[in-house]
């Protein structure tokens, strides 16, 4: 266990250190997020729900991993910069914005705010400061009452699909909010069973994704959860999504003593993992038709960084919670995989985007709207504390 702790945590500290020299705006505040191979800024333009990504994680890592003030004052910088330019008039938040927070672009999906939530929440618990915990609460509600009825969303935007023809419901909403929900309950104690009871709906709403003919989790269904197999959008399966929501589940299974979904998340792992770890090359296929029809998706055979993350905390949390040894087996093999062909051991930080070979794409870069201090940081953090308490 020794050569693992040291392992995530000479990395943990790598990738930190990556961030925090090459992304702080120390100009406009929070942080700028596309940077190439060497950290260096290609682009001012920045992701919001990186701002509330990196302020959850640098608070989280103030509250797990070292009470460093550099931390927690970067992620007050993020949260600040979000509440302050973010916001659309409707209290929707946009998605992406210029570097002084001039609106770009906007988005239909919640995602943006989501990671403005556990931003928010993880700091009030590093700080006590109320209107932290505030704007995690309204903020909550307020996408929780999207997600049971969009109708209510003020964001009046043309619907992607023509749900006349075909209406789809998304694994990423219910998953998404089963995570978030987690942490704004550490941070609100005073509305546990509020809380408790909309993670119980979103696990059975999560549960639906999942077919036993297929022995996998569709990323789309019909909104009536119906498992629609004659277009090819409708089939796909993500493993690496599918291991993510894994371990959301799992935490809720050991915190409630649940044997039933700590099965369920156990198979889904199992199912996931199996569907997606490439037998050639190795590493984690991006999407996987599930009648092993041809993907749409340009990137379906691609290895990207943050489904190897997921995999690393979810085998190392079934191992510490099972004692199966085969998890463990899986954790060295991810980990094997994804330190030597992510990890950039010049430069710092990981790869985002490998061939379906191993071979990184290039330009290679470390950060962009979708990628920044965030999963690697997470995954890190978590697998060294687990190891830690084995």
Known sequence: ????????????YNCIDFWLKHSVDNKNGGIINCVDRKGEVYSLDKSVWMQGRAGYMFSYLY?????????????????DFAKKYCIDSDGRMFFTVTSDGKPLRKRRYFFS??????????????????DYLTEAKKYFD??????????????KITPKFYSETRSLKSLANPMILLNVASVIRNADKTRKSYYDEIIAGLIEDIKKFYSKDFNAVFEN???????LLDNASSRITNP???????????EEAVKNNDMELLGFAKKIF?????????????????FKDLLNKPVEAYEHDMKLWWTHNECM????????????KKYFKIFKKVTKYAFSHFSDKKYGEWYGYLRRDGKPTEPICKGHTYKGPFHTIRALSRCLIILKQL
């Open 270 to 286: 199992d199912s996931a993992f199996n569907i997606g770890w490439d037998k050639k090359y190795g590493g984690l296929l991006y």
């Open 142 to 155: 307020f996408v929780y009452s999207i997600y049971k009825n969009p109708n209510l969303d003020p964001y």
């Open 63 to 79: 509250n797990n991993i070292k009470k460093d003030k550099t931390y927690i004052s970067l992620a007050k910088s993020c949260i």
């Open 1 to 12: 266990m020794k050569k693992y702790i040291n392992l995530y945590e000479k990395e943990l």
């Open 240 to 250: 690496g999504h599918t291991i993510e929501c894994s371990w959301f589940l799992l």
């Open 313 to 324: 905390i979810a085998s190392l949390m079934l191992y510490k919670y099972t004692k199966d």
């Open 113 to 130: 705010e989501t990671f403005y939530i556990i931003a928010n929440a993880e700091y009030y618990i590093a700080t006590k400061e109320e």
């Open 221 to 227: 269904v019909g909104t009536n959860n119906e498992f």
